[in-house]
């Protein structure tokens, strides 16, 4: 089964044939911490205006915000090099990269949320609606 998800399926990791194309044409560049590989075409693309395509294959589910910002940057341009090849200095009040949580048991749900309990303070649900001419 796990050999049949991977041909049919292009949000599970790469399929034969991505794999297969960016194994000839394009050369790995780097890896994140999520496990995700970078790649850049081998020649310039006259279609991308002389830029060479660069390329992301996922670890697992394809979700773009498993990409850092240092390697959004990389992918779409911004800057030629690497993340590793740059002096990014990060504060100490700069959380790490997390991907968005929405639809996963670690999505966030503030108190009141009906994915929670969906009980609101008596305060936050006492309120008079305002009609015209009060």
């Known amino acids: 089964m796990q050999f049949l998800s991977r041909i049919f399926t292009?949000?599970?990791?790469?399929?034969?044939?991505?794999?297969?194309?960016?194994?000839r044409n394009f050369t790995r560049v780097g890896m994140d911490g999520f496990?995700?590989?970078?790649?850049?075409e081998k020649k310039p693309s006259p279609e991308f205006e002389g830029r060479k395509r660069r390329w992301v294959i996922y670890k697992g589910y394809a979700d773009p915000s498993?990409?850092?910002?240092?390697?959004?940057?990389?992918?779409?341009?911004?800057?030629?090099?690497t993340p590793d090849q740059l002096d990014v200095r990060r504060h100490d009040w700069q959380l790490p990269h997390k991907p968005n949580m929405t639809g996963t048991p670690a999505a966030y749900r503030p108190k009141g949320s009906?994915?929670?309990?969906?009980?609101?303070?008596?305060?936050?649900?006492?309120?008079?609606?305002?009609?015209?001419?009060?």
């Open 114 to 134: 009906l994915a929670r309990d969906g009980r609101r303070d008596e305060v936050a649900a006492d309120y008079e609606a305002w009609t015209p001419g009060d």
């Open 35 to 40: 496990g995700n590989v970078y790649h850049e």
């Open 10 to 23: 292009w949000w599970n990791g790469a399929t034969p044939g991505t794999f297969l194309s960016v194994k």
């Open 66 to 81: 498993s990409v850092p910002a240092e390697w959004h940057g990389w992918l779409h341009h911004i800057y030629d090099e």
